[in-house]
């Protein structure tokens, strides 16, 4: 298989052109905000290299906007929106794809947990809370489903189920991990991917929100599906100092990538445009 580029951090970039995203909504608030520059941010990756846009629906939720004051409908308009600014991205690039992004439950807490997978829910509640978004992205018009950043062991079963549920739905999963064994909660990662082994429409499984130090040790770990892997930039955040320290390189960023041994490649928070396109001309 040849390898596929995916896009970088959509975050990183919106914040680099001005966005303000200090919001539990995060980069989801300029859906209702200002939707022209969740689209510019897509062509930029399309400009740099990326094959696959993914969409500004991480954060985005039924109860997440409704808890902003929002009507159902108009929410579930919004979370239709994310998919169309990356289709028009797309069209307007020429060529690509669409990769509806499905975060946690632990992205519409706003609390961290998607770094713990320490959740209120258990795996029904879990299936309950995922299925009405599930339901309107898969609708949507994208290619694929990019289920991300899943922390949870009982996550990852809810979400099994409904891919289950869903057999003309394509999807790669990905988890966050905490080291080179482990996703977040401290379920071994092989264990946790085998949840998808039997899924035919589960394109690849992976790792992303990640150290990009623990990827060679993670794809290595996944053997049944191709490997997805798009980790953070390598900064680790200060919280008492509030801010990213340290320097993530984009050419090193690149060439550590060309190594990983995953078939589907990008980036992840803190990855910019230029981190995609030094992927691109290490891999090619």
């Known amino acids: 298989m040849e390898t596929l580029v995916l896009d970088g951090g959509l975050a990183t970039h919106l914040e680099t052109l001005g966005a303000d995203l200090g919001d539990e909504l995060w980069s989801a608030r300029l859906l209702l905000e200002d939707p022209a520059l969740i689209r510019r941010v897509h062509a930029d990756y399309f400009a740099a290299g990326a094959e696959v846009a993914t969409t500004a629906s991480y954060q985005a939720s039924l109860p997440g ?19 169309e600014l990356a289709r028009q991205a797309r069209d307007e690039h020429g060529s690509g794809l669409v990769a509806a992004s499905v975060g946690p439950y632990g992205a519409y807490l706003a609390d961290g947990s998607e770094y713990t997978g320490a959740y209120d829910l258990d795996e029904d509640g879990l299936l309950a809370w995922h299925r009405p978004r599930w339901e309107i992205l898969a609708g949507a018009g994208a290619d694929l489903l990019a289920v991300e950043t899943i922390p949870s062991y009982p996550e990852a079963r809810a979400l099994a189920r409904l891919l289950a549920d869903s057999p003309g739905v394509r999807a790669w999963v990905s988890f966050s991990c905490r080291d080179d064994e482990h996703i977040n909660d401290g379920t071994p990662l092989a264990e946790a991917a085998k949840l998808f082994d039997g899924l035919p429409q589960v394109v690849a499984v992976g790792v992303n929100c990640t150290a990009p130090r623990f990827v060679p040790g993670l794809v290595a770990r996944l ?6 892997a798009y980790p953070n930039s390598g900064e680790t ?34 990855t910019t445009p230029e981190h995609i396109r030094q992927i691109r001309l290490h891999l090619t």
């Open 237 to 270: 955040w200060n919280a008492t100092l509030r801010r990213w320290v340290g320097l993530a390189d984009p050419v090193e960023y690149g060439q550590a990538a060309a190594t990983w041994g995953a078939e589907l490649v990008g980036g992840c928070c803190r």
């Open 223 to 228: 053997h049944a599906k191709p490997a997805v």
């Open 65 to 83: 906007f409704m808890r902003r004051g929002l009507s159902v409908a108009e929410a579930e308009r919004l979370i239709r929106l994310s998919v």
